[in-house]
């Protein structure tokens, strides 16, 4: 059972309510294309499961089938331990993911934000699949079946949530204890006092007993986001840039030596000869300055209107398609997926977006008739996907036109 599927609305409904207390209050910690962005990593990181979502209790479950374990009788007791187990391993998992190269590749989708809210709980890769089940063979070995695990982890990420938040200033003894949005405001921030410090899930007692936990100090306002900004909106590059970034340094480096270890050291090491010939800006975080191209009012309003109708889409698509029909699955993907990748490209105001959008959306108008087995009603499907086409110039109004020729 997908727990995250149905923690959703609870999640809609909190971030509705901080939403409208940011602008009750005017404190700007919200932006609309940030927030977009980060909604856009979150639906595709839960649509693509599709191919995906199964793949670490697969993982999990074989080794389950293959290695000589204990079985444990789950009692009330042993999910409580099982539950404290998980956060253990998430922690050292956790921890792994910000400090080797190849790993920061997967994980640094969820910290590109260069903002605070509860879009950026939301912030996931589609890709952490590939971390697999490692980090969790403890639990194996100690006898706790791949659906408790998968249970108490879908637990530990939806209690990871509500940490997002700037409004919710510190929380006393519960502090010491759980993290806490002060806690977690820490783990997000690029000052050099906070720089990997805070890696628990649920429970900060492991960053105090291993010496990673950092309090949140009065004169060192946190600054979010990466020392190597994104710049930029679109949830696939999001998901790929460090990876890229990776491999181009693999192909200059001149030494085999470091073309190969590159991938894990520690995290930003770079060859220096590839320092030195390819040197990368990289964010100061007492000068930083946020990527914020500002759209225009009714590109503003287009987008957030097709961002709206995809996030229907995406809750339609998660009840509805099944891993086993992974071709049909595609299929039903594909006005998703491109429909985010053009939203990230208006939003940038890229040359001829409006127009490349304008034809997805009439090409995929087309695919209920030709895609056998479609999952709804052909005739109101393609009417609903040919809509968009139709109304994207009338609601974009002439200066978009003119920006996007």
């Known amino acids: 059972m997908n727990l995250i599927l149905y923690a959703i609305p609870v999640f809609m409904l909190l971030l509705l309510v901080e939403l409208s207390v940011d602008l009750r209050r005017k404190t700007g910690y919200y932006r609309l294309n940030d927030a977009i962005a980060s909604l856009s990593t979150g639906m595709l990181s839960q649509t693509l499961g599709f191919a995906t979502r199964f793949m670490g209790f697969l993982a999990y479950a074989t080794l389950w089938a293959v290695l000589p374990h204990g079985e444990l009788t789950m009692t009330p007791w042993l999910w409580l331990a099982a539950f404290v187990f998980y956060d253990f391993c998430y922690y050292w998992s956790h921890r792994s993911q910000h400090t080797i190269n190849v790993l920061w590749g997967i994980h640094v989708v969820h910290h590109q934000s260069e903002e605070y809210n509860l879009t950026t ?12 089940s490692i980090f969790y063979l403890p639990m194996l070995f100690a006898g706790f079946p791949p659906a408790v695990v998968v249970t108490v982890g879908s637990l530990n990420l939806i209690y990871q949530f509500w940490v997002h938040t700037r409004f919710i200033k510190t929380l006393g003894w519960a502090e010491q204890v759980l993290v806490t949005p002060m806690n977690h405001r820490v783990h997000h921030a690029i000052n050099d006092p906070y720089i990997d410090r805070n890696f628990g899930g649920v429970f900060i007692l492991w960053d105090r007993m291993f010496g990673t936990y950092q309090h949140e100090l009065d004169d060192e306002p946190c600054v979010y986001g990466v020392r190597k900004p994104l710049q930029s909106w679109n949830p696939f590059f999001a998901n790929f840039h460090v990876h890229w ?6 192909l200059h480096a ?19 000869d590839v320092e030195e010939r390819f040197p990368l800006a990289r964010c100061v975080p007492g000068n930083q300055l946020k990527y914020d191209l500002s759209p225009p009012m009714p590109l503003a309003l287009t987008v957030l209107a097709l961002h709206i109708l995809l996030m229907g889409f995406t809750v339609w698509f998660l009840l509805n398609v099944n891993v086993p029909e992974f071709g049909l699955a595609l299929a039903h993907f594909i006005p998703l997926g491109g429909g985010l990748w053009l939203n990230s490209r208006l939003l940038e105001q890229k040359p001829h977006a409006l127009w490349y959008a304008v034809l997805f959306w009439g090409s995929c108008a087309v695919l209920p008739w030709v895609v056998t087995g479609w999952l709804l009603p052909v005739q109101l499907s393609s009417a609903a996907l040919l809509l968009p086409a139709m109304v994207l110039p009338l609601m974009s109004g002439r200066r978009l036109l003119s920006q996007t020729v």
Not at 121 to 132: E, K, S, T, V
Not at 245 to 250: F, K, P, R
């Open 245 to 250: 970034q990776l491999w181009q340094d693999c």
């Open 254 to 272: 001149r030494r085999w030596r470091d073309k190969l270890r590159l991938w894990f050291m520690p995290t930003g090491w770079r060859p220096a």
């Open 121 to 132: 709980a939301l912030r996931q890769p589609f890709n952490g699949f590939l971390i697999g």
